[in-house]
């Protein structure tokens, strides 16, 4: 397999610091919140390193996004979903995040969550967390299960030119009518609304009604790159991209700020109204930016093998449990020879108990 080209940086950016969390996200989740399905599946999402078209981003799809109810799947391989108000009429609002990750392997990663911030594990061979845009497919899962309206595109191919959002502008737009604002989840810190990626994107009218209804300290930021909603700018009104609280995109050192992502799904769960939002940008005056290609992920043809797991009678199962507690060395080595190692006997619990063993995330 040839190495991928990823780019080169011509500074190493130092880790983040706790100190550099802003002062107003100052309340940290509560026992409660840490221990919580929404936060376990989370911290389970990061586990799964996805390059584009690799087995383990199909796997992640499947294992979270696929079994959402309505989901829906076109030719280029994107999801995507409505959630229409309660009276029944869609929403004109599309939300965005991608699947893929600039992992330059496939597989699962060990990570760490303390102070609400998640990492890397120290030694775990990775080139990056993934929270670009781990962190986007969550938040929009959970506004998906408490029925925030909106049109919800999980994009493929973000990562290597935007490829499943510029599919869907040139060959499924029917898909988007009636969509006058896009909404992605895929900015770093914590205060950014992108006004501009490459051109303008957004009007400042739009910026200001945004956040002022989030009624979060976020402010109009000129300075973005690329994300699938620009994709989108020559037929959508208002294009944009939020910070999530993620820091050192795409390097060994990124972190996410989960205290930051909580407070920002408070805030859209609590004050979200589309209709306080300003739409007043012509998509017909700002010509489409195109993005450069900066990395290219491996390319993946072979589906991931499942898992091969013994099943034992119902009858047995009180005697087995007393001899794997006595024995638990012999069985460990028993699973190990039918391939099953940490990764797969940890997710079976987790598919038994609905929560991954703790030591995973220290």
């Not at 929009?140 to 490829?163: D, N, S, V, W």
């Not at 490459?198 to 109009?220: H, I, K, N, R, T």
């Not at 991209?241 to 408070?266: K, W």
């Amino acid at each position: 397999m040839t190495k991928p080209n990823v780019v080169k940086y011509a500074y190493a950016p130092k880790d983040w610091d706790i100190n550099e969390r802003p002062d107003w996200v100052n309340i940290p989740l509560t026992n409660e919140e840490r221990n919580s399905p929404s936060i376990n599946k989370l911290l389970r999402m990061f586990t799964y390193k996805r390059p584009a078209w690799s087995p383990t981003e199909e796997r992640f799809i499947t294992d979270f996004i696929d079994c959402v109810e309505g989901m829906q799947k076109d030719h280029f391989g994107n999801r995507y979903c409505y959630v229409d108000h309660e009276d029944g009429t869609p929403s004109k609002v599309m939300w965005s995040s991608h699947t893929d990750t600039v992992h330059n392997t496939e597989g699962k990663q060990r990570i760490r969550f303390t102070n609400d911030v998640v990492r890397l594990k120290d030694k775990t061979k990775s080139n990056c967390l993934g929270a670009d845009d781990t962190s986007g497919v969550w938040l929009m899962l959970e506004m998906i299960e408490h029925g925030i309206p909106g049109l919800y595109i999980f994009h493929r191919a973000e990562e290597i030119g935007g490829k499943g959002s510029r599919y869907l502008a040139d060959n499924h737009r029917a898909l988007l009518e009636g969509i006058d604002v896009a909404i992605a989840f895929d900015r770093r810190g914590y205060k950014s609304i992108i006004s501009r990626q490459g051109g303008v994107c957004c009007s400042q009218e739009f910026v200001l009604s945004l956040g002022d209804m989030l009624a979060l300290p976020m402010y109009d930021d000129k300075t973005g790159t690329f994300t699938d909603t620009a994709s989108y700018t020559h037929l959508i009104a208002e294009c944009t991209n939020l910070s999530v609280g993620y820091h050192n995109a795409h390097r060994s050192n990124e972190v996410q700020d989960v205290r930051f992502l909580m407070y920002l799904l408070e805030a859209i769960l609590l004050n979200w109204d589309e209709t306080q939002l300003d739409v007043v940008r012509n998509p017909l005056e700002d010509s489409f930016w195109k993005p450069r290609q900066v990395y290219k992920s491996p390319v993946y043809t072979t589906k991931p093998t499942k898992t091969f797991i013994p099943t034992v009678p119902k009858e047995t199962g009180a005697s087995l449990t007393n001899l794997i507690r006595n024995y638990p060395h012999v069985a460990a080595k028993i699973l190990e020879e039918y391939g099953i190692g940490r990764d797969e006997f940890e997710e079976e619990i987790f598919k038994e108990t609905g929560f991954m063993p703790l030591d995973w995330f220290n």
